[in-house]
């Protein structure tokens, strides 16, 4: 069973640095792009970031600078470096993997939430 785990998610104060972690399960991800995600109470689904397999990068320009993602293919994990939070990052986030011949992302994990303190 393909399984994507997110963690690292907790309390943090603003300013702060947090690094959140989803490891995958169930199948080798190396060759999926990977992207990280969010969701606040009520909103769309938002995009934040994503890897390919040959490790491009792409973000969200709400985000640009300030997050950065990155994989470990040997650890089938990937990983959203987030720094300088500010309490608008509060929210839950997900990440989610898809064959390059996806049109969407197909497996998605069940989400970490980042609480940040003013």
């Known amino acids: 069973q393909v399984q994507l785990a997110e963690s690292g998610g907790g309390l943090v104060q603003a300013g702060g640095s947090v690094r959140l972690s989803c490891a995958a399960s169930?199948?080798?991800?190396?060759?999926?792009?990977m992207g990280w995600f969010r969701q606040a109470p009520g909103k769309e689904r938002e995009f934040i970031a994503h890897i390919t397999s040959g490790g491009t990068t792409y973000y969200a320009e709400s985000v640009r600078g300030r997050f950065t993602i990155s994989r470990d293919k040997a650890k089938n994990t990937v990983y959203l470096q987030m720094n300088s939070l500010k309490p608008e990052h509060a929210t839950v986030y997900y990440c989610?993997?898809?064959?390059?011949?996806?049109?969407?992302?197909?497996?998605w994990g069940k989400g970490t939430q980042v609480t940040v303190s003013s």
């Open positions: 169930g199948r080798t991800f190396s060759s999926y792009r």
């Open positions: 989610a993997g898809r064959r390059l011949t996806s049109q969407s992302y197909e497996y």
